[in-house]
């Protein structure tokens, strides 16, 4: 594939991931009042479990792995997950004094993010069993 069309994949979905995030994560908020981020731990679990199940779908099944991985895994979910967002609001809780919370916060998007990946994955892999792909 042409780089000016990875290009292109990876800023369409960099803007919707980036918007997707943005509204996801008003509404979460909105939503629910707490002073722990639950709309950044939302996005970057979810976003951890799709880039394991579309990273497992990429490798198992016969797909344009150069335009899944540039439109999807680094433009749409590299926008969607936020990693800096995390880190600047984990700071804040340290900041207020709020230390559990600032903990919690990190195991949740860290530990939680490896153990979404490893769902997505698993997810793929069972249905390619249940299918007979495996």
Do not use: C, Q
Request: net charge positive; no cysteine; glycine share 10%.
């Amino acid at each position: 594939m042409e780089k000016k069309l990875v290009y292109l994949f990876i800023a369409l979905g960099g803007a919707a991931g980036a918007l997707f995030r943005y509204f996801m994560s008003v509404w979460l908020n909105d939503k629910i009042t707490t002073v722990f981020p639950i709309g950044t731990l939302v996005v970057n679990l979810l976003g951890s479990f799709l880039v394991g199940l579309i990273y497992s779908i990429s490798m198992n099944f016969i797909v344009p792995v150069a335009i899944f991985r540039s439109l999807i895994m680094v433009g749409f979910l590299g926008a969607f997950t936020t990693f800096s967002t995390f880190s600047l609001e984990t700071l804040l809780l340290i900041h207020e004094g709020s230390f559990a919370m600032a903990f919690l916060n990190m195991l949740a998007n860290i530990l939680g993010g490896l153990i979404a990946v490893f769902l997505g994955i698993s997810v793929t892999n069972l249905i390619n069993v249940l299918r007979g792909l495996v």
